[in-house]
């Protein structure tokens, strides 16, 4: 006679049990936190503090989701058995890793590629953990209610933007002086126009950085949602308030979608209709989609390759893609990430290192630089190489080609252990995540201390308190008289979260939202609950060990290096530099520049690998210099040794050689006349060096022929005064394409440097009959 199979989870001791539940709480509060903090992705410049911090932040949290899987693979390997559920995520994790690691070598700015490894790295481990924890249907149930309720969260937060935005108009529109003033903008200049184009344009991205990001995240909420109404609709009968608890949830789904509505993302609504025609056409061809799903695939495949194909052959013939601007300058994005792939084909150039090297390969006509191509197989192709794109891939395809093996017929519900209460739980995990919004929101977002105490009061009430009233809101929505159910519609849930996840993925191809950690966090949970699903169908794929005492102690001892080695190398450097830099922009806004300096000093030591300190400071040496009448020498060569230093740590970026470009002239300006021309050779070199890194930069070429008009290499000096101008023709030629209804064209390179640029190279033609 066969053994039946038993569920190994049944002999979980009660220890680790409780701590399956912190880090289930623990996860849901980041999901939760991520969703309800606008958290940019990490690849953004790294000269800003705010950005720093923004970093620091991502890795902080972060960290707490690797630590839980550590914690939770230590305590479990130290059991008398060790059970691990396998996902599917596996193989392609480990691919993906070696290729990170390949990658953030060969990065210029190795910080950066440690952080964004992390940050990235941290939600498919989170997934890994989830799966593990995920053993009844009473959790699964309440990740996906408590990322539906985050999706209510969000558009509550949509629906207060759209009051914001009017109010910020109307006050550019009274005083546009001061509204510079406050963002720091200068009059008549492209940040001007784009500030006034991001204002007029009502962008609704509620505690994300754009509405895309925003559509995505409603995107995923919305499913889940759909989900839980679902299950609730086919298990009405089971309850006799069952058809009062569908509308409950009913009115959470509308909430949930009407947020997705509000942000107008247009790539978030295609996505929306595509995701839904897919969850229907599975509903009704469900049984013979999986008997040919092989078949199924290989179509998607060849489809896949046609369309790219398709996609590259109208973009080169017309140097465009059909559609509006947005789709215009995707196609720059695209076309340039292209050429930075064939110089870099093996590795990339490494994460988060794409901003840096996109000024190589940007169009001159291009209006802006970007960090990211807004397309996510691009984007990680760039910068973790092949390798990277195959690991990535399959961490997403191979569970879904599993789950997509599964039938979507009702069935009875198989028991896991004891179903824990759901009430109990609901109730307990609302209160962990909603105490810890209201405990780590005003550390991460405070109020600014210069605020009134009535301003202070209701800023308390308004961007801490009110949030956490509507998630407990949305939640009670979403959860109102949940209770297990006699039987699990698992497949349709799967096929609904299966849309989800191609559904973002779709919209992906044409943004980067996947990439914000909030997005990414929320993608990863509701694959989670997507492989746990399945396994709760079939609980036979999982991995059941023994261990001998020296394998835990071996383990342990791997865990611990583990840990070392990411706090020493990711956390550990970041936090003490990132802290210091802080405390020199305190110390910069109050006038205290030696202390300032002495605290950049420090933290470029902090954090051998970062570059950000070394700029700042150069850049802290310069300014006082350009203001005093007394032109300190001093200044200008403690600036040039930050920025060597700076270049050193981060040769692809070209702001620092060109403010070393600046600090050579002068001190050229200052110097005799045989040391003049030994710094002028040197500001010639490195703003070739710029120039180099940043090609299609009129600015740049600009800088470069005045520097060499200094030393008498006139024909340099006209070729270069020249190609600024041909470059800034170029951009306005766009601009007029881009926005044909303006008569007056925003200038990138300035209206007095463009007309002294033309009249200058024609001087000197004529002077010297070149």
């Known amino acids: 006679m066969t053994k039946p199979k038993t569920n190994p989870r049944v002999s979980e001791s009660s220890a680790l049990v409780f701590l399956e539940y912190i880090l289930l709480g623990l996860c849901l509060s980041v999901v939760a936190l991520r969703a309800t903090l606008t958290e940019g992705p990490p690849m953004r410049a790294t000269t800003l503090a705010s950005n720093l911090s923004n970093n620091l932040y991502s890795l902080t949290v972060s960290t707490f989701l690797v630590l839980s899987l550590v914690l939770w693979v230590i305590w479990s390997f130290c059991g008398k058995r060790f059970l691990y559920r396998l996902t599917g ?93 406050e963002q720091q903008i200068v009059p008549d200049s492209l940040d001007h126009f784009q500030f006034e184009h991001r204002l007029y344009s009502k962008d609704i991205s509620g505690f994300f950085t754009t509405s895309n990001s925003a559509g995505s995240f409603a995107l995923l909420a919305s499913f889940a949602a759909v989900t839980l109404f679902i299950e609730r609709y086919r298990n009405r009968k089971s309850d006799p308030l069952g058809f009062a608890w569908l509308i409950t949830c009913g009115i959470g789904v509308a909430i949930v979608v009407l947020g997705l509505v509000i942000t107008t993302s247009k790539g978030a609504m295609i996505a929306l209709v595509f995701a839904v025609v897919a969850f229907f056409i599975i509903l009704l061809f469900g049984a013979g989609l999986r008997t ?83 397309n996510f197989p691009l984007s990680i192709l760039t910068q973790y190489g092949p390798l990277g794109l195959v690991g990535f891939l399959a961490m997403i395809l191979i569970p879904l080609w599993r789950v997509s093996a599964s039938s979507h017929v009702s069935t009875p519900l198989k028991a896991h252990g004891t179903e824990p209460d759901f009430k109990k739980t609901a109730i307990g995990l609302a209160i962990v995540i909603s105490a810890v919004l209201l405990c780590i929101r005003p550390i991460v977002f405070p109020i600014p201390p210069t605020a009134s105490p009535q301003e202070k009061e209701a800023g308390i009430i308004i961007f801490y308190i009110v949030p956490v009233i509507v998630f407990i809101a949305g939640f009670t929505l979403l959860a109102a008289g949940m209770r297990p159910a006699k039987k699990s519609h698992t497949g349709i849930s799967s096929a609904a979260l299966f849309c989800a996840v191609l559904g973002v993925l779709l919209h992906n191809l044409i943004d980067f939202a996947i990439f914000e950690p909030g997005v990414l966090t929320a993608f990863w949970a509701i694959i989670a609950c997507l492989v746990a699903i399945g396994r709760s169908r079939d609980p036979g794929h999982h991995v059941v060990l023994k261990p001998p005492v020296f394998a835990k102690i071996l383990v342990a001892a791997a865990a611990a290096v583990t840990i070392a080695i990411y706090l020493i190398y990711a956390l550990v450097p970041a936090a003490r530099s990132t802290a210091k830099i802080r405390q020199a922009t305190q110390a910069i806004s109050v006038g205290r520049l030696e202390q300032a300096h002495n605290l950049l000093d420090k933290a470029a030591k902090d954090d051998s690998l970062s570059a950000a300190a070394l700029s700042m400071n150069g850049r802290l040496y310069l300014h006082p210099y350009g203001l005093t009448p007394n032109k300190d020498r001093s200044l200008l060569l403690k600036a040039e040794k930050c920025f060597k230093a700076a270049v050193e740590r981060n040769h692809a970026a070209f702001k620092n050689f060109e403010r070393l470009t600046e600090v050579y002239s002068s001190l050229a300006d200052i110097s005799t006349e045989q040391e003049k021309t030994d710094w002028l050779n040197k500001a010639l070199e490195s703003a070739l060096a710029a120039l180099e890194r940043y090609p ?45 209804e303006r008569e007056k064209i925003v200038s990138r390179l300035g209206q007095e440097k463009y007309d002294f640029a033309i009249r200058r190279a024609k001087e000197l033609s004529t002077r010297f009959d070149i």
């Open 89 to 181: 995520i596996e193989i392609g994790l480990c691919l993906f890793c070696v290729a990170a690691i390949v990658a953030g070598l060969a990065a210029a700015d190795e910080r950066l590629a440690i952080t964004d490894i992390a940050v990235f790295l941290a939600p498919p481990l989170m997934a890994l953990l989830l799966v593990q924890l995920l053993d009844s249907q009473t959790k699964i149930e309440l990740v996906l209610i408590v990322i539906a309720a985050l999706g209510v969260v969000s558009a509550y937060r949509c629906t207060e933007q759209i009051s914001e935005n009017e109010h910020l108009i109307e006050f550019y529109e009274q005083n546009p002086q001061a509204a510079l003033m």
């Open 292 to 374: 040919h799903r092989k078949a199924v695939l290989t179509t998607c495949l060849l489809s896949v390759v046609v369309g790219g194909c398709l996609v590259v052959w109208y973009g080169l013939a017309h140097g465009r893609l059909p559609g509006g601007n947005s789709m215009l300058v995707r196609w720059q994005y695209w076309h340039a990430s292209g050429q930075m792939y064939a110089d870099h084909p093996l590795t990339g150039v490494g994460p988060g290192n794409f901003g840096h090297f996109y000024t190589h390969y940007k169009p001159a006509a291009a209006p802006e630089s970007v960090a990211d191509p807004h």
């Open 696 to 740: 299609g930069c009129g600015r740049l070429h600009f800088n470069l022929a005045q520097v060499a008009e200094k030393l008498g290499k006139t024909d340099i000096a006209i070729r270069q005064y020249e190609q600024a101008v041909e470059i800034e023709d170029e951009y306005r030629a766009q601009f007029r394409q881009m926005y044909p």
